[in-house]
Antibody, heavy 119, light 108 residues
Framework: QVQLQESGPGRVKPSETLSLTCTVS??????????WSWIRQPPGKGLEWIGY???????NYNPSLKSRVAMPIDTSKNQFSLKLSSVTAADTAVYYC???????????WGRGTLVTVSS | EIVLTQSPATLSLSPGDRATLSCRAS??????LAWYQQKPGQAPRLLIF???NRAPGIPARFSGSGSGTDFTLTISSLEPEDFAVYYC??????????FGGGTKVEIK
């Protein structure tokens, strides 16, 4: 059973880069039918898909965030990451790392980590 | 971008009631729609995929229907643990993959 765990700072200053890592256990990030996404949820609001990374390193991002997002993957550590640059208060949210299969439905979620953008 | 509109925003019901939640897409998504349940302080959980297929381990009281632009999630008889927020999600036209704004099912 694949499990996901987010880690990273809980507070980031405006204009800096938000960096989170997701550690995958109970399975491999290199399975060729799995895709690894980040989804965020501002406090009290709905869900926003940020993008995905595949084990090969290929990515696809939400156009609204594309200019600020990078999602590297480290197959040797069984981890993938989120880097979001030039953050503002609007980027304050719970960030989830999530697994989907080829059907693009999200069937395994991490517990989420709250990141607050504040000086 | 496909916009998903969920209604109502809040549904006030009692345990044992039938719940009917709606999700309307701004353009056809065929049957490529999922439903998720989110309880306070928890991550969402996949309930239904491809409009009408229950995910593994999901009780039979949850059912989904619809195609094209109009979809329904039905909970046949609400259990206490079903009071939560429900989201729909489409995967037919992306990026981006998009979610609806959610429907909160609360205890009346």
């Amino acid at each position: 059973q694949v499990q996901l765990q987010e880690s990273g700072p809980g507070r980031v200053k405006p204009s800096e880069t938000l960096s989170l890592t997701c550690t995958v256990s109970g399975g491999s990030v290199s399975i060729n039918s799995y895709y690894w996404s980040w989804i965020r949820q501002p406090p009290g609001k709905g869900l926003e898909w940020i993008g995905y990374v595949y084990y090969s390193g290929s990515t696809n991002y939400n156009p609204s965030l594309k200019s600020r997002v990078a999602m590297p993957i480290d197959t040797s550590k069984n981890q993938f990451s989120l880097k979001l640059s030039s953050v503002t208060a609007a980027d304050t949210a719970v960030y989830y790392c999530v697994k989907s299969s080829w059907n693009w439905y999200f069937d395994v979620w991490g517990r989420g980590t709250l990141v607050t953008v504040s000086s | 971008e496909i916009v998903l509109t969920q209604s109502p925003a809040t549904l006030s019901l009692s345990p044992g009631d039938r719940a009917t939640l709606s999700c309307r897409a701004s353009q056809s998504v065929s049957n490529y729609l999922a439903w998720y349940q989110q309880k306070p302080g928890q991550a969402p959980r996949l309930l239904i995929f491809d409009a009408s297929n229950r995910a593994p381990g999901i009780p039979a009281r949850f059912s989904g229907s619809g195609s094209g632009t109009d979809f329904t999630l039905t909970i046949s008889s609400l259990e206490p643990e079903d009071f939560a927020v429900y989201y729909c999600q489409q995967r037919v036209d992306w990026p981006p993959l998009t979610f609806g704004g959610g429907t909160k099912v609360e205890i009346k």
